[in-house]
Every structure is written in structure tokens, then in C-alpha cells.
């Protein structure tokens, strides 16, 4: 079983809030990830880094931004909150590059609604 | 990163082999095909990846054709637990290293 937790597991709040949704890992991987999915859709990918103080933009443009100051820890901070930010934001890790292996490790997700 | 296809959905019976295919056609020398799952929304699991040799680990099994350009996940006995969304994915194992997870198939073991 994969070690990787993100709280809170839902989350609803009103527009114009700031919210830090959490993930943390205790494999020790370099890699992680956020991912955004609207209910029957495809996942997307928002933010990655590929180890401390290193944090990329994904293929999915978003408002929101990622920090990466520990290993372990890879928080997600949307500054100002709105509606159409309600989604599911997945958290994942990896082992480092040039392994041959890119299997991540997904959290449980956090459900966002935003009124 | 290579594309690939696959069906939209598929069924199988319970206690039956569920075989999934995946065409990547596209496929270069240096990229791996995965394969994930999603059960109802929760995050991806990690099923089972190769490169050109025929896989099998505690969850499924990966056949490749001698060509690369298609796979099948085989899973053995499904159960009503393997009901998910299922995702082929073709990554470089040099550089980028990002998974494209496109919209899978979607299986459905019916009892």
C-alpha cells in the first residue's frame, strides 16, 4: 500500500475563501503531483515537482499554486476560492527519474465544492 | 507521449477473464505501456507496466505484441471489486516522465 494522505478528504466553502488542500508522502520519493477531475471526466495534470524547490506548471492551466520545501510535502493553495474551482484535486509520488519505472502512487483526492 | 486507444466501455462475467485492449501504434523504442485503474473516483492504483515482454504480477497480466503497437491487460478471475475505470498509458522512461491518462475503458463485471 502506498503511503500518500491528503486531507481534507472534502472540503466545501464560500468564494473569495483561501483554502490549502495537503498531501504528504513518507516513501521518500522526489516526484509529485497534482491532478484535477471532474466527476466522469479525465484527470489532468495542474502542478508537479521533481524534488525540494522545484515546482512545474502542468498541462492543465490553473489558478492555483503548489510549494515544495520538504520531500515529504506538497501542498496545493488556491488564494481566493470560486465556483468554478469545485473539482477533485488527486495528489500523487513517484520514485526519482531515470529509475525505468513511472508508477505513481495516488492519495484518496480531496473534493472541493466552492459556493 | 505515444496515444493510445481504447474502448469506451466493455463487460465481463464474474469468475471470467477480462481482457483489455489498448492499441498504441505510435509506441517508440523507449516508452513503457502502463497500466492503472480507478475504482469509482477514488485516486489511480498502480496495476502492472512493460516494454516489450509479457508481464504477470498479483493483479493481472500485460501481453505486448512482438510489434509494440497494441497490449491487453488480462485480469484472471474478475470479481465485482475489478468494476472500474481502466487506463492504458504509453510514458518515456527518459525526461518526461508526466502520465497522460486519456479516458480509458470503463469495465463493468456483472455478477
Known amino acids: 500500500e502506498a503511503d500518500i494522505y491528503q486531507t481534507p478528504r472534502y472540503l466545501v466553502i464560500g468564494t473569495g475563501k483561501k483554502i490549502t488542500l495537503e498531501c504528504s508522502q513518507t516513501?521518500?520519493?522526489?516526484?509529485m503531483y497534482w491532478y484535477q477531475q471532474d466527476p466522469g471526466m479525465e484527470l489532468h495534470l495542474i502542478h508537479y515537482?521533481?524534488?525540494?524547490?522545484?515546482?512545474e506548471k502542468g498541462d492543465l492551466s490553473s489558478e492555483s499554486t503548489v510549494s515544495r520545501i520538504r520531500t515529504e510535502h506538497f501542498p496545493l493553495t488556491l488564494e481566493s476560492a470560486r465556483p468554478s474551482h469545485t473539482s477533485q484535486y488527486l495528489c500523487?509520488?513517484?520514485?526519482?527519474?531515470?529509475?525505468?519505472?513511472?508508477?505513481?502512487?495516488f492519495g484518496a483526492g480531496t473534493r472541493l465544492s466552492v459556493l | 507521449d505515444a496515444k493510445t486507444t481504447q474502448p469506451t466501455s466493455m463487460d465481463c462475467a464474474e469468475g471470467r477473464a477480462a481482457n483489455l485492449p489498448c492499441n498504441h501504434s505510435?509506441?517508440?523504442?523507449?516508452?513503457?505501456v502502463y497500466w492503472y485503474r480507478q475504482i469509482h473516483s477514488q485516486g489511480p492504483q498502480y496495476i502492472i507496466h512493460?516494454?516489450?515482454n509479457n508481464e504477470t504480477n498479483e493483479m493481472a497480466s500485460l501481453i505486448i505484441t512482438e510489434d509494440r503497437k497494441s497490449s491487453t491487460l488480462i485480469l484472471p478471475h474478475a470479481t465485482l471489486r475489478d468494476t472500474a475505470v481502466y487506463y492504458c498509458?504509453?510514458?518515456?522512461?527518459?525526461?518526461?516522465?508526466?502520465?497522460?491518462f486519456g479516458t480509458g475503458t470503463r469495465l463493468t463485471i456483472i455478477p
Open positions: 516513501m521518500g520519493h522526489d516526484k
Open positions: 498509458i504509453v510514458s518515456s522512461t527518459f525526461g518526461n516522465e508526466k502520465l497522460t
Open positions: 500523487a509520488s513517484s520514485e526519482s527519474a531515470f529509475t525505468g519505472k513511472n508508477i505513481q502512487y
Open positions: 515537482s521533481y524534488g525540494v524547490n522545484s515546482t
Open positions: 505510435t509506441i517508440s523504442g523507449n516508452e513503457y
Open positions: 512493460g516494454l516489450k
